[in-house]
């Protein structure tokens, strides 16, 4: 499955069947969170087996059922860490998917097991990942346009659009879809916007933006 499948495939899943997440599916996904732990200087955690957090009056509400496996996303005290939570967060999202599994972000409707994961002095909790297999695959969200996501003013190239692309299907809070796309010459700047979760959704879709348009056709600015 390539990551663009994987992207169109993915979406938010709040109901797990009781398949346990194991053998060589658990060695992956614990290989990639090593992986992403030390690429992007983060304490991500999988936590499996534990049905707590998802078993509280908040979880029902936000409509949860099933849920026993989820990352933690803990990292050090620094201006871009909810920056990183999204993009590594997605990055481990994505490579789920490929391996046959459904996943959810979860900002508020679960409640913190504090005894299940560690967060070290200088590090801060971020929010977690439910992961699992579904008894469903969910549904497209609705998108905004691609006009509505970005400024070209000097038109767009094809990678620039794939990007963009990518970037509609990507996940954010309340489906908020905040973030906005400049670009300029070779030079891509991605801003939050305001509202709640801001600065994980701009990682998530900054994650799925460069997947898709390619390292190579473009920076940063
Ligand atoms: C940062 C973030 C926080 C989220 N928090 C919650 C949550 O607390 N409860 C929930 O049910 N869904 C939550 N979601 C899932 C979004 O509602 C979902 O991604 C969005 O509606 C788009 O749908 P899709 O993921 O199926 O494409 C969250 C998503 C993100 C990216």
């Known amino acids: 499955m390539t990551i663009e499948d994987a992207m169109k495939q993915r979406h938010s899943v709040r109901s797990y069947t009781d398949r346990p997440v194991e053998g060589e599916v658990k060695e992956q996904l614990e290989e990639l969170v090593q992986q992403c732990n030390e690429e992007g200087n983060l304490h991500i955690q999988l936590v499996l087996d534990e049905p707590k957090a998802f078993d509280s009056t908040l979880a029902h509400y936000g409509r949860f059922s099933g849920v026993r496996n989820y990352f933690v996303l803990v990292g050090p005290k620094d201006e871009n860490l909810e920056e990183r939570c999204g993009y590594y967060g997605e990055k481990l999202v994505l490579e789920a998917q490929r391996l046959g599994l459904n996943t959810c972000w979860v900002g508020l409707t679960y409640k913190k097991i ?6 070290e002095k200088d590090e801060r909790f971020v ?3 439910a992961v699992g297999y579904g008894t469903m695959k969910g549904a497209a969200h609705k998108s905004k346009s691609i006009g509505e996501l970005c400024t070209a003013p ?6 620039f659009r794939r990007g963009m692309e990518a970037v509609q299907l990507a996940p954010s809070a309340l489906n908020q879809q905040k973030m906005h796309f400049y670009l300029e010459g070779s030079k891509v700047t991605a801003k939050a916007g305001f509202g709640l979760l801001t600065k994980i959704d701009l990682g998530i879709a900054k994650y799925h933006f460069e997947a898709a348009a390619g390292k190579e056709h473009f920076d940063w600015a």
């Open 114 to 119: 504090p005894e299940v994961f560690a967060v």
């Open 154 to 159: 000097a038109g767009m190239p094809d990678w």
């Open 127 to 129: 929010m977690v990942i």
